[in-house]
């Protein structure tokens, strides 16, 4: 049964050219497209269109009611399963959003990569918001191939921020419905979540577009960081107020020094194109994994300078499976040293030094519990409490 709404028709709009609100010019771009079967180009987003498009491609009737239903149950268990490191990292921030939303009668979800709910705000019980609340339930699926057009399932055939109002809905049941949907990616560049805030018969009051931009990011940032075990990871911006905050600039480098994935703010930062192979972390920052490893122990950001020229302020942290963070672990040396000039030779003839190979980041995590367990006498115990890990990882290392 259809839930009791009205979607603005092609009869409550005024004579051409004067459509002046988003709903007049989103009824006019349905009829083109569903009645005139025309391209309606510039009267609402493009992404929308091609979304439309799509909807009608795979099947469905605007007018009828989609499935709402969610998926099974072994099918949603798997799905909290496979996700579980995507609610962890977001856990804090949903938490923050959930309260920063509370005045609003706005509704927030995560989704994963296939659209399948993972997390939702509570029903608020206004009979104004029907449609949201038997929509917004954990497992229920909000791909396009099951809702048609929606900005989360936009984001989930795109990758792409997308923001869904009203009748630019395919189904007219969410006619009433406004949505702002942000992508999360992985280490890998993958998609792994969306987060939506939405709302039912009422205008948002505030750039939604933008809150949930921010809290995507947030997360997306956390999440890079817990994939990371054995990464050195760098935090910098131009402005070091701004760094911890989801304005940071973020960049995992592995054993080889090389960069293996850097965040949206870093690609901006570096002048890199986003999604770009490994490179070599000195052909990035300018400086090598030995002149970047001691910032690890760093009490304050440092100022280094990028190849293009730009000042950035630079932290690292570096990270062992177990859990240890060097940058409270162990005390570096506070400034970063010179890069290694030439060695001159003992005699005209002959030949100069070869330059001492860098640390590796496996040698200074195992430098760091050798560290820690001469600073507690070799007590293994003590250490393993230091570090906060197990006493089983201080023996392996120990091992080697």
């Known amino acids: 049964m259809r839930a009791p709404h009205r979607t603005l028709s092609t009869q409550d709009l005024p004579p051409q050219p004067f459509f002046q609100t988003p709903e007049q010019r989103a009824a006019l771009a349905r009829q083109r497209f569903f009645e005139e079967q025309q391209h309606p180009a510039g009267l609402v987003s493009e992404a929308v269109i091609r979304s439309w498009g799509r909807s009608r491609t795979l099947g469905h009737a605007s007018h009828k009611m989609p499935a709402l239903d969610p998926v099974n149950r072994s099918a949603l268990s798997a799905a909290l399963a ?3 490191r995507l ?4 856990h804090g921030d949903l938490q923050q959003l ?3 939303l509370a005045g609003t009668a ?3 979800m995560l989704t994963d990569a296939h659209g399948v709910i993972v997390h939702a705000s509570r029903g608020t019980g206004d009979p104004e918001q ?48 406004r949505c702002a949907a942000a992508p999360i990616h992985d280490v890998h560049g993958r998609l792994v979540g969306v987060l939506d805030v939405s709302t039912e018969s009422r205008a948002f009051g505030f750039d939604a577009a933008a809150v949930v931009g921010v809290y995507a990011t947030s997360i997306e940032n956390r999440l890079l960081q817990a994939q990371s075990d054995e990464h050195l990871v760098l935090h910098f911006q131009a402005a070091p107020a701004l760094l911890g905050t989801p304005m940071e600039g973020l960049a995992g480098v592995d054993h ?3 960069v293996v994935w850097v965040n949206a703010t870093g690609h901006s930062l570096l002048g890199r194109p986003s999604r770009q192979e490994v490179a070599p972390v000195e052909e990035l920052f300018g400086h090598g994994l030995a002149q970047l490893l001691p910032l690890c122990g760093a009490t304050e950001a440092l100022r280094l300078q990028l190849p293009s020229g730009l000042g950035i302020w630079v932290r690292a942290t570096l990270g062992l499976r177990d859990g240890i963070d060097f940058r409270h672990a162990v005390a570096w040396p506070a400034t970063v040293p010179p890069a290694p000039g030439p060695v001159p030779a003992a005699e005209p003839e002959a030949p100069a030094p070869a330059p001492a190979a860098a640390p590796s980041l496996a040698q200074t995590q195992q430098r760091l519990i ?31």
Do not use: W
């Not at 609610?87 to 977001?90: C, K």
């Not at 609340?133 to 929606?150: I, K, Y």
């Open 370 to 400: 050798e560290d820690a367990l001469q600073a507690n006498g070799g007590n293994v115990a003590r250490t393993a409490r230091q570090l906060g890990v197990s006493r089983g990882l201080v023996y392996r290392h120990l091992r080697k």
């Open 82 to 84: 496979r996700n579980r």
């Open 106 to 108: 706005s509704r927030l």
């Open 130 to 177: 029907k449609v949201l609340d038997a929509a917004t339930r954990v497992g229920v699926q909000l791909a396009e191939e099951v809702l048609g057009t929606n900005a989360p399932g936009i984001v989930v055939q795109t990758g792409m921020a997308c923001t869904v109002q009203c009748c630019e809905h395919f189904y007219e049941v969410f006619g009433q419905v």
């Open 87 to 90: 609610l962890e990292a977001a």
């Open 98 to 100: 959930e309260a920063a």
């Open 256 to 258: 080889g020094g090389r």
